[in-house]
């Protein structure tokens, strides 16, 4: 089944204490990106990678660290969290960048709901 | 500065009352826009994808319009499993790939 996944679903952590959100899709696809989701701001894009080794800041990345060493995995690192990260996270891919392709169709993970206390 | 405006917050409506949601944005050369659906703790649905002024797009009971400055999700005869909150976002610019999402219409259809 083609799919997004993110891990953990679910987190509760504390100010300062390092922490990894993995994200995988089974699709081959090139791009790839992080939003956050808070009440009353809608989905904010962290960071985006067009392919393997090339990453790209998008609307609020203050605080946030990607890598993409794999085609398949985009993590989401946060070095020292704070309580204004507390959000839903929210992974998605797409074949092509949005620009390439005449009928773009990105796909979301289900979600990481984090909390930093 | 580049935004994307949502209208209206929250709509109710009755099981074949048929409506119209807005996406107005201001961008600097559009360069696609685009719908989602999200239903409550799960991860935004691609609907479709509009390019141009005076092009659209149709899934079932859905149909998406642009023009110049805004862009139309109109739902005929909804249903309740249309419930959900829609979601529209634009393509910034040029010589960027990043993305804009307006901040929803929470949409909630009565048998």
């Known amino acids: 089944e083609a799919q997004v996944t993110q891990n953990p679903r679910y987190l509760i952590t504390v100010t300062g204490k390092k922490l990894t959100v993995t994200c995988s899709q089974n699709?081959?696809?090139?791009?790839m990106s992080w939003y956050r989701q808070d009440p009353g701001l809608g989905l904010r894009q962290i960071y985006y990678?067009?392919?393997?080794?090339?990453?790209d800041k998008g609307d609020v990345p203050e605080g946030y660290k990607v890598s993409r060493k794999e085609k398949r995995n985009f993590p989401l690192i946060l070095e020292s969290p704070s309580p204004n990260q507390t959000s839903l996270y929210f992974c998605?891919?797409?074949?092509?960048?949005?620009?390439?392709?005449?009928?773009?169709?990105?796909?979301f993970g289900p979600g990481t709901r984090l909390t930093v206390t | 500065e580049d935004q994307v405006t949502q209208s209206p917050e929250a709509l109710r409506l009755q099981e074949g009352e048929s409506s119209s949601l807005n996406c107005s944005y201001t961008?600097?050369?559009?360069?696609?826009l685009f719908w989602y659906r999200q239903d409550p703790g799960k991860g935004p649905e691609f609907l479709f994808t509009?390019?141009?002024a005076g092009e659209e797009k149709e899934k079932e009971r859905l149909k998406a319009t642009l023009t110049k400055k805004e862009s139309f999700l109109h739902i005929t005869a909804p249903k309740p499993e249309d419930s959900a909150t829609y979601l529209c976002?634009?393509?910034?610019?040029?010589?960027?790939?990043?993305?804009?999402f307006g901040t929803g219409t929470r949409l909630q259809v009565f048998p």
């Open positions: 990678s067009m392919n393997v080794e090339v990453t």
């Open positions: 998605a891919s797409s074949l092509y960048p949005p620009e390439r392709v005449s009928s773009y169709e990105q796909y």
């Open positions: 961008v600097s050369g559009l360069r696609g």
């Open positions: 976002a634009v393509q910034e610019g040029l010589g960027t790939d990043k993305l804009i």
């Open positions: 509009l390019y141009s």
């Open positions: 699709m081959n696809h090139e791009y």
